[in-house]
Every structure is written in structure tokens, then in C-alpha cells.
């Protein structure tokens, strides 16, 4: 494969400390692997140390480099896409920030000036999800390209069920705008109603909230085992014990972890916020039930339970709708972008 151009990649990338991987973990690689060059930055664990390890990467790199991408959220983590794009508009170096904060349409509003520097004077801002660019479009922003999120489908075995339980999956990093305690709100109805429910919850502590589930869980005494962060291999097989997928977050984007689900045979229930109902469409390849209510949820995993045969269609659908985000698609438009 002939070489490609360089680029300097800008995100958290906490792998290396056992943190979940990052945008910036999978997708530099992936690029290597087409013929990029890629430097990024920065795997600091002090967050201090690893703002100052970016600017330093930017200064060093900007002669050498023809791009710059920026992993972008919506919380602290903004500020170093504010600042890195920055000293990239001094150095002249075009710049893309890719959109992966679910609550970034907030920031548009509420850092206004910032937000139209770093994301009007980009070369273009990639949306990984529709809602994500119809958002910044109504908020002025024309500068996007839509590149969704891929996954590798080869690693993700479909697995058919012939009979639908309560037994449900959450999978996530435990932090309140995710909703965590809304799943043991779930299990508890469930468990009021007499059914033989279960929940797995696997993802890694973030402020105390998962803290907060165990106290919930043991004053209830509620069926549910916490795992706590699990390498991607180790939840993907853990799936294959249960029967449903719920995801009860407020704020959302295009959670890969939801993907995921759906090209594993998991029939996803899903809050319908942010971009999952570009994602997920409601009764023919997931259900999609309002924030903030465990009676809706608990009402849709009945209806599974009682309907196998509306599950099986909703996940066959599902697996369809991701074969269409696999990489070897996806990778074409990053080319595209990119260039040579």
C-alpha cells in the first residue's frame, strides 16, 4: 500500500491506563492500516500534563504534518479542542474536529464565541451521526461532513433467540447524564411484577455514580451484578447470557456500545434522546421509549418477552442496519476527507 499523508490525531487516549478506549484508540490505527501516518496525543494520565503534551505535539508536528483531527466532547475535554485549534489556525494547519460529545449542542449555545471559532474556522467539523449535523446546522454551523461511527462486523457473532427473558444488559461508563439508577429503577418494577429479571451492568465508574447503584442495589436487594469496566472481547462474550440491551441515557450521540448490541442479536431499548432516533428506528430494528420513565421500559421488555418472534425481526433488522457501519464501508468516505 503506498503511503499516505501525515497526521497529528489530538484525544484522550487513556487505554494504556485501563481506562475504555477512546475514539482516538481505534481510529488511528485504522487509518495507519490505509497508509496514514499518524501521531497522536496524548495518553497522560494528569489532565494538566496532558493539555500541555497536546499543545507540545501541535507546536513540534506542525511543519511535518498536513492535518490535525480533535476528538471534541462536550465536557472539560472541550477545552483542549478549543485551545489545540487555536494554535492550529496560527500555524495555518487545517483542522477537524470530530463531534462525539452528545451534549455539544449545548456548547454551541452556551460557549457561542469559543464554539464559533473552533467549529466555524475548522476545514470541516465530521458528525459521526445525523443528529449531531442537524444540530450544528441549525445552529449556523455548514462546515460538516457526516462520517458515522464504524465497527469491525466480523468481530460481532449474531446470535439468534429463540425465546426472549428479562434478562438485560447495560453497558456503559457510569455517569449521571448516562442515568445508570434509571436500570434499577426498571428491575425493580420487574421485580415488583414477579418476573424472573436480571441485570448485568459492565462499564467503569466516572463521578460516583457507580457507587451509588451498588448502595441502591444492596438496600433493595436487587438482582444485579456490576462488572465494572471489561475489555470489549470479555463483554461481547458475556452478551450471549442475556436477552435484552437497555439504554437508559439522557444526553447521547452515536453510542458505539449500542451498535454493538444490535449486530450482536441484542434487541435494543433505547431512550429516545439525542441521536438515537437517527439510529434506532422504533419497532422495526429497536424500541425507543421516552427519558426518564422505567414504566415505558418496563413495558417494552414485556412485550418482548411475550412477543419473541417481534424480536427476532427487530434484531434481524438491526444486524442489516450495521453490516451498512462497517469499516471497510465507512473507511472510503475517511479516504475521501482525507485524502491522499
Known sequence: MRPRKSLLYIGNKLAVHGKPPAAIDSLSVKLQAEGYTVISGSSKKNKLFRMLDMVLKTIKYRNSVKLVLIDTYSTQNYYYAVIVAMLCRLFKLPYIPILHGGNLPSRLKNSKGLSNQLFGKAFTNVAPSKYMMQQFKEAGIHNITYIPNAIEIENYSFKHRETITPKLLWVRSFSEIYHPLLALEIVEILKQRKMDVSLCMVGPDKDGSLEQCKKVTKESNLPIRFTGMLQKEAWIALSKEFDIFINTTNFDNMPVSVMEAMALGLPVISTNVGGLPFLIENEVDGILVPPNNPEAFVN????LCANPIKAQDIT?????????????????????????
Open 316 to 340: 434481524k433488522n438491526a444486524r442489516i442496519k450495521m453490516e451498512e457501519f462497517d469499516w471497510q464501508k465507512i473507511k472510503h468516505s475517511w479516504i475521501k476527507l482525507l485524502g491522499d
Open 300 to 303: 417494552a421488555i414485556d412485550d
